[in-house]
T-cell receptor
């Protein structure tokens, strides 16, 4: 059973470019959350998708957008990249609709390391 | 002030020592997670707590809801326990996790 998979693992972009990161949740999970982790910091919540809709959003500008597909996979898009967007982007999946409620068990992908030059 | 604070930020121990990592939070929560992050980014969920205590192998996690405090203990520490340990809380309102800054643990042989 594959866990959470993210692609690509590493990415280098220049300022002003746009980037799309992808996440496939663990089999059976219906909720995907995205996080940004700067070097030496804890992750920061970007947004969460459930039933193809954005359910909750952290303090990130509109340059950060996302999408969830019918198969529960998700994309994170960042437009007009800034140097400060360089970070590890993590995806986590969970079963929101399960009997244990939200976040009964969290599974994280290995992340996408984005470098903006 | 951050809503979730961890201490210490860094911890070095000798193999076999007992390790304690602390997490304090300032908001009402419905659950608290302890996570382990190895170099390269992979995060593993260790525990989810809403009350009391949980044990898995050499790891023990406790939470005191009234005091808004949780601890993660590692007994008989081993070099493979070297990682960053992160506390994350699920606020009582909403479904997003708020993370502490992490505790970097190094266990020397």
């Amino acid at each position: 059973d594959a866990g959470v998979t993210q692609s690509p693992t590493h990415l280098i972009k220049t300022r002003g470019q746009q980037v799309t990161l992808r996440c496939s949740p663990k089999s059976g999970h219906d909720t995907v959350s995205w996080y940004q982790q700067a070097l030496g910091q804890g992750p920061q919540f970007i947004f969460q998708y459930y039933e193809e809709e954005e359910r909750q959003r952290g303090n990130f500008p509109d340059r950060f957008s996302g999408h969830q597909f019918p198969n529960y996979s998700s994309e994170l898009n960042v437009n007009a990249l800034l140097l400060g967007d360089s970070a590890l982007y993590l995806c986590a999946s969970s079963l929101l609709g399960g009997p244990g409620g939200a976040y009964e068990k969290l599974f994280f992908g290995s992340g996408t390391q984005l470098s903006v030059l | 002030k951050n809503e979730v604070e961890q201490s210490p930020q860094n911890l070095t121990a000798q193999e076999g020592e007992f390790i304690t990592i602390n997490c304090s939070y300032s908001v009402g929560i419905s659950a608290l997670h302890w996570l382990q992050q190895h170099p390269g980014g992979g995060i593993v969920s260790l525990f989810m707590l809403s009350s009391g205590k949980k044990k898995h192998g050499r790891l023990i996690a406790t939470i005191n809801i009234q005091e808004k405090h949780s601890s993660l203990h590692i007994t008989a520490s081993h070099p493979r326990d070297s990682a960053v340990y992160i506390c994350a809380v699920l606020k009582a309102a909403g479904n997003k996790l708020t993370f502490g800054g992490g505790t970097r643990v190094l266990v020397k042989p």
